[in-house]
């Protein structure tokens, strides 16, 4: 396998202590053992409680701290090496550019502490104010700025040069609607650049919407890896299936059938009416719907519910005392 052939980034068995204390040393374990493949050209979220260990991966793969032991890669290149952090754009979760500072003049002056070459640097600074959503405000001081546009204006500092990986960590956070859909479009066009987007957030209907692949950290353990819909689909059988019906009925009909079954119904436009069901298996499921038609209800309309992002999240941080249980919802999640 090639260099451009490897993996955006690639984590074997990362393990990261902390120790404090002089005479009785406490010492806490912030990773441990995570494995962990990113496809080049794809959007990856890390999704984790407080404490999980995003921070420290993410500040390991930057090189700004040590990992205790195993190993990362980020295109090709050990992480924390300077042929690694050339081709790596990072967004803080909280930048703070100089107050005084127009944003163009915080563009170059950032980009001249990360060395950009000078006519680089004019050129890029022109094409990013206006790729971001800026033109015409670049030349008001950062001060000034809604958080939003800070939040655009360091997603222009950090594609100055034009890296291969993009890390992002809490992109989103404190932003409107209006805010969090443009930063979505920023990185679906970074992802149809050909860039390779790492994002941490706790945002799970924007990582949702975002992101090819996701990750769950838990405690410093991977208990979960794939799409979205893969998560989901593994952890179906663990969440409860909710069953959606549009039916047309008497209130006789609708009192019997809540006889039989746990349901919530809403009443509808022209005497229809939505019930929603819960079931644990498909068997269940078959059965709400065989006694549905045993009383002669007209189904206008049927869907099964699936699982949001944010219900399989919660389902496996609330197993996280369960050491042994993960998910590898990707079949083909090692990257050959």
């Known amino acids: 396998m090639t260099a451009f052939d490897s993996p955006a980034i690639d984590v074997r068995q990362l393990r990261k202590t902390y120790r404090e204390g002089w005479f009785f040393r406490r010492s806490f374990a912030a990773l441990q053992g995570v494995d962990l493949k990113v ?25 700004i701290i040590r990992a205790s032991s195993g190993d990362a890669h980020l295109l090709g290149q050990p992480a924390g090496s300077k042929a690694a952090r050339m081709r790596i754009g990072y967004l803080p979760e909280n ?25 680089l640097l004019r050129s890029r600074s022109q094409e990013l104010i206006e790729l971001v959503g800026l033109k015409g405000r670049e030349q008001e001081l950062v001060r000034k700025y809604s958080k939003g546009m800070r939040q655009r204006l360091g997603i222009a500092q950090a594609m100055l040069h034009d890296p291969d990986l993009m890390i ?13 859909s443009q930063i979505r479009q920023l990185i679906t066009y970074l992802k149809h650049q050909g860039k390779t987007v790492f994002l941490n957030s706790h945002i799970l209907q924007e ?41 047309e009925c008497t209130a006789e009909q609708l009192n019997q059938l809540s006889t039989c079954f746990e349901l919530s119904c809403e009443p509808l436009p022209d005497g229809r009416r939505k019930i929603v069901a819960t079931a644990t298996t498909q068997s269940q499921v078959d059965h709400i719907i065989d006694r ?28 996280a005392e369960s050491p042994h249980v993960a998910v590898d919802a990707s079949a083909d999640s090692a990257v050959s």
């Open 168 to 180: 992002m960590d809490e992109p989103t956070d404190g932003l409107d609607p209006i805010g969090r």
């Open 207 to 247: 990582v949702e919407l975002v992101c090819d692949r996701v990750a769950i950290l838990v405690r410093g353990n991977l208990r979960g890896i794939g799409t979205p819909h893969e998560l989901t689909e593994q952890l179906h059988g663990a969440l409860e299936m909710r069953l959606m019906i549009e039916i």
């Open 292 to 319: 549905v038609r045993q009383l002669g209800i007209s189904i206008l309309r049927l869907e099964k519910i699936r699982p949001s992002l944010e219900e399989v999240f919660l389902s496996v941080v609330g197993n």
């Open 39 to 63: 496809r080049r050209g794809e959007v990856f979220g890390l999704l984790g409680p407080n404490g999980a260990g995003k921070t420290t991966l993410i500040k390991i793969l930057l090189g």
């Open 95 to 119: 930048l703070n550019f100089p107050s005084h500072h127009t944003g163009m003049r915080a563009l170059h002056f950032l980009g001249r502490l990360s060395n950009v070459d000078s006519h």
